[in-house]
Every structure is written in C-alpha cells, then in structure tokens.
C-alpha cells in the first residue's frame, strides 16, 4: 500500500525544507568529492562515520565559512552520508556504477526529516 499525501508548508516551512534538501544534497557531493581525494592521494576509503567524526570535529570547526550546515538536522546530514556510503558500498560489490554527484535539477535528493 502507499499513500499519496499533500503537504501546505508555511513560508518558514518552506525555507527550512529547501535548507535541508540543498544541505544534504551539499553534504552528498562532498563525501563523494572527499573520498575522490583520498583515492588520487593513495590513502585509505572513509567510511560514513569515520566521515562524520571527521566532518564535526575537524572540518567545520576550521572553516567557519560552512557553519550553515549546522543550521539543518544533524539526522538529516547523517542521513545524507549514510546514504553515500551506501552507494560507495554497493559500487565496491559490484551492485551498480559508481556513484554520480547531485544536481539540482536532475536528481531526487532523498532526506530525512525530524518530527
């Protein structure tokens, strides 16, 4: 079974679901991107969470020009990493090609929302 909703968000509503969408879609191409890097330096894959210890603890605090990730749900960027890994994880299997940066326009920008 699925259910068809639709959805009458506010303006504030509004803006705080184009942050999300933009910031994961941000934070997906960047985990793709930063592991891209490592392989060229010959250094080891990054895996999601080792990514995500990385991206809190080290990258933000230095580069304060990012600190709009943190405007949105930590889950939603988890989600968003989590989700990269996975297509990194099925390429390594040999399930599908290897993983293609998001655009705006041309792909679904899966993301999770906190109630």
């Not at 994961?24 to 930063?34: E, K, M, T, V």
């Not at 399930?95 to 999770?112: A, D, E, H, L, T």
Request: proline share 3%; with cysteine; net charge positive.
């Amino acid at each position: 079974k699925s259910f068809k909703t639709e959805i009458n968000p506010t303006e504030e509503q509004k803006i705080k679901i184009h942050k999300t969408i933009g910031t994961c879609r941000y934070i997906y191409n960047f985990y793709l991107f930063h592991n891209k890097e490592l392989y060229t330096l010959g250094k080891k894959f990054m895996s999601g969470k080792s990514f995500s210890v990385w991206l809190n603890n080290d990258y933000l605090p230095n580069h304060q020009e990012y600190s709009w990730i943190r405007e949105v749900s930590s889950k939603s960027v988890k989600h968003s990493i989590e989700d990269a890994c996975t297509a990194f994880s099925r390429f390594f299997h040999h399930q599908s090609g290897f993983p293609r940066y998001k655009k705006k326009g041309r792909s679904n920008v899966k993301m999770y929302f906190v109630r």
